[in-house]
């Protein structure tokens, strides 16, 4: 920026009102418009404006929100969904959509999950980036949130989340590393909360040292709103608009004034959306958006992302004349297909599974008969509307039972108390029981539910999530096999909570939570501990069977971002056509830290005719083997023996194969607390040590002993040098762990 742009640039530092930044003529800067939007736009009535607004957005397409997109584990149709977003936004005349959210699912009690894609941070930043790369294909900036290890919505606006920094690096930033490397998007939002007491919206390391400094990103960082307590702070900690505007806020100018900000630090400011109102400007007509085509691709979308999760048989359901089907639940007349909160989208239009398939039933020359079953409030349902839905059940020949989560049970702002479905729910199941009618349940639900109570009372589970706002078309089109459920869970289902490996610490007490699970989140811990699940990650059965065959694992050269290459033969071995995610897992073998059983490194979704078979090829990059190395302070992959499975969940490994894949032995950083061992191994300082120890005569006394007894070598190499030079016969002083540090670079 030039000395003669007057220095109202500090305002540039705070947006103009709740969903604009103001504009900056000297600069040519125009105002840039915001709008939520990670599964539909809701753009606001610009006379009323407030934080949420949700009766006063303009109607819009309401998409599949990331917790059912995910599940479909296919980039290209999470990025065609965010490209149709895009298209309503450019339509809207917005500039950046606040989305998508990639927060890892620490606990399946977080009540804002259902914007989130997994408890994987790569599988959750590969999608996210699919949904940038979407959004911004249309001339409108992602804003990938929040960042970072925002986990709950409990104490949210101020709670710290305690963390080491190998977990934080290698689970809760890493889903963004991930999306970053996939994909540019123009903004990013901070958190909340805290990072180990700093508020990530003036954390100077998060934003400045990380995200900057090493990750080179070079777009607008937004505060989510509200989240800016010292705005002095976050500018210096590198935040570029405080979000919603406070224009009357005089404690930045005064800062500036008094010499406690440099003026560089809003020359960047003014930069940066000088680059995003570059990135997001309107070149040519705005093409009018096709509602129609929209609301087929939610359809579609939704239904390539459900999860078949038991089924005996009874599913696809063969309709003909006669066929008498018991619709029992209120989700059905009252369908849940979205989120609630600031995500919550003014629906363009809604069709509910009562109604869907009621016109294809009878269509087809059968009958429906509709019970609610419960309702949908906290009051609960009454024996009469059970006794209602069992007698409806008993005259049926199929039973389609609509349960899940409503509104009031996961939302922003609060988290969940249970990952049970709700009491009246339960209690209807329970009723169930006594029928003998075959039973298919259809879940709708934005968090995990776990089915153990239940699940063997009946003959198919499906787990639609929230499907969007074409959620009876896609509700009639899984459950009558006009599409196949194509969805694998992106989360583990717990059997119980007390299962979960947050439990003891979520969502944590004073002001703090402590993520005490490390890096053991989801199906690592459940893996590694070998603890029983209601379904595994991954897991997602299909109308069709499939066989894997012929495993081979090519390492590649050093040298080659791409580590190995793995093809495995996937055979339909069915008699409908249908789809599979053939996903890799490594086990690392030779790590000189702790890793996880084994980990996600890799997936392709096939999908294949009856008999048909395909030679799927997947390639895992070395940077994706890489663990966070907190001696190193670093990302490190140091090669050797692994085993590479591939099967069809975390828990389904169908085949595998041990390999040695190249990599780069790195010794650890020494400093005055290196054990023995350390120093002994180091390619440099240990050279060093044994040269200096045998000029003296060697090591002598006690330690010189236990050095040559088996046992005891291995608890002398464990101990601290520091410690080993305090006893009597050691040639080696204080002094000469000093010059082995400092030399220890060669």
């Not at 190998?166 to 996939?182: D, H, I, K, M």
Request: include cysteine; proline fraction near 5%; glycine fraction near 10%.
């Amino acid at each position: 920026m030039t000395d003669t742009m007057p220095f109202a640039a500090v305002s540039l530092t705070t947006g103009a009102d709740y969903w604009t930044t103001p504009e900056a003529p000297w600069i040519g800067l125009r105002s840039l418009r915001f709008a939520d939007g990670p599964h539909g736009l809701r753009v606001q009535d610009d006379e009323n404006p407030d934080h949420l607004g949700l009766e006063r957005s303009a109607p819009a397409t309401c998409f599949p929100p990331a917790v059912t997109l995910a599940s479909s584990w296919d980039p290209e149709l999470v990025q065609s969904v965010g490209a149709a977003l895009g298209r309503e936004a450019r339509t809207a005349g917005v500039d950046v959509v606040l989305g998508p959210g990639l927060n890892i699912k620490r606990s399946p009690l977080c009540g804002r999950n259902f914007e989130y894609y997994s408890e994987d941070p790569f599988l959750a930043g590969v999608l996210a980036a699919a949904a940038v790369r979407g959004i911004q294909s249309e001339g409108v900036g992602a804003c990938l949130k929040h960042f970072a290890a925002n986990n709950q919505e409990t104490d949210r606006l101020r709670v710290s989340a305690e963390v080491d920094e190998r977990t934080l690096r290698e689970v809760y930033l890493r889903a963004f590393q991930v999306a970053l490397r996939e994909s540019s998007p123009w903004s990013i939002m901070s958190a909340y909360n805290r990072i180990n007491g700093v508020y990530a919206s003036e954390n100077r390391w998060l934003l400045t040292d990380v995200l900057r400094g090493e990750w080179d990103y070079d777009g607008v960082v937004v505060s989510d709103w509200g989240a800016v307590h010292d705005p002095v702070a976050a500018v210096d900690a590198g935040l570029d608009v405080r979000m919603p505007g406070r224009p009357d806020d005089p404690r930045v100018g005064l800062a500036f004034a008094e010499g406690r900000v440099d003026r560089a630090a809003f020359d960047r400011v003014a930069e940066r959306l000088m680059l995003l109102a570059q990135r997001t400007k309107m070149n040519g007509p705005v093409a009018a958006v096709d509602t129609n085509a929209h609301h087929e691709l939610v359809r579609t979308a939704a239904a390539q992302s459900t999860v078949l999760l038991a089924n005996d048989g009874t599913l696809p359901l063969d309709v003909s004349a006669g066929l008498r089907v018991a619709v029992v639940g209120e989700l059905a007349r009252t369908p849940r297909y979205q989120g609630a909160g600031s995500s919550r989208v003014n629906a363009s239009l809604t069709v509910s599974g009562l109604d869907a398939l009621t016109t294809r039933v009878e269509a087809a020359g059968g009958a429906v008969e509709f019970s609610p079953g419960y309702s949908l409030d906290r009051v609960g349902s009454s024996p009469m509307m059970r006794s209602d839905a069992v007698e409806a059940a008993q005259r049926a020949d199929i039973v389609l039972l609509f349960l899940g989560l409503p509104g009031g049970y996961e939302a922003e702002g609060v988290d969940r108390a249970s990952i049970d479905l709700p009491d009246d729910q339960l209690a209807l199941l329970s009723d169930m029981q006594a029928v003998d009618t075959p039973k298919v349940v259809a879940l709708s639900n934005g968090s995990a539910v776990t089915t153990a109570a239940w699940r063997s009372s009946v003959n198919a589970v499906v787990e639609f999530w929230l499907t969007g706002q074409a959620h009876g078309d896609t509700v009639a089109d899984v459950l009558l096999g006009d599409s196949e459920p194509g969805g694998r869970l992106t989360e583990s289902v717990p059997l119980r909570i007390e299962d979960t490996p947050s439990y003891l610490s979520f969502p944590g007490e004073g002001g703090t939570v402590r993520y005490g699970e490390g890096i053991h989140v989801g199906y690592r811990y459940y893996d590694a501990r070998d603890v029983a699940v209601d379904y595994p990650f991954g897991h997602g059965l299909s109308y069709t069977t499939f066989s894997y065959s012929d495993l081979n694992v090519t390492p590649r050269a050093l040298e080659d971002e791409t580590a190995f290459d793995v093809e495995i033969r996937l055979t339909n071995t069915g008699t409908r056509e249908g789809s599979d995610v053939v996903q890799v897992y490594v086990t690392d073998h030779n790590s000189s830290v702790q890793t996880p059983l084994r980990e996600l490194r890799g997936w392709r979704k096939v999908r294949l005719d009856a008999g048909a078979s395909e030679v799927v090829r997947i390639e895992v990059r070395r940077a994706d083997l890489e663990h966070w190395h907190g001696r190193l302070t670093g990302w490190a992959y140091e090669g050797g023996h692994a085993t590479v499975h591939v099967g069809a969940s975390s828990r389904d490994l169908r085949i595998s194969a041990d390999i040695e894949i190249t990599g780069v032995p790195r010794p650890v950083r020494l400093d005055n607390w290196s054990t023995f061992g350390d120093f002994y191994a180091h390619p440099v300082a240990g050279p060093r040590l044994r040269a200096t120890a045998e000029v003296r005569g060697g090591f002598r006394g006690r330690i010189g002993d236990l050095l040559g007894d088996e046992a005891g070598r291995v608890n002398v190499l464990s101990m601290p040098l520091a410690t080993i030079v305090e006893f009597p016969g050691i040639p080696l002083e204080p002094e000469d762990i000093d010059a082995f540090i400092e030399g220890q670079d060669g």
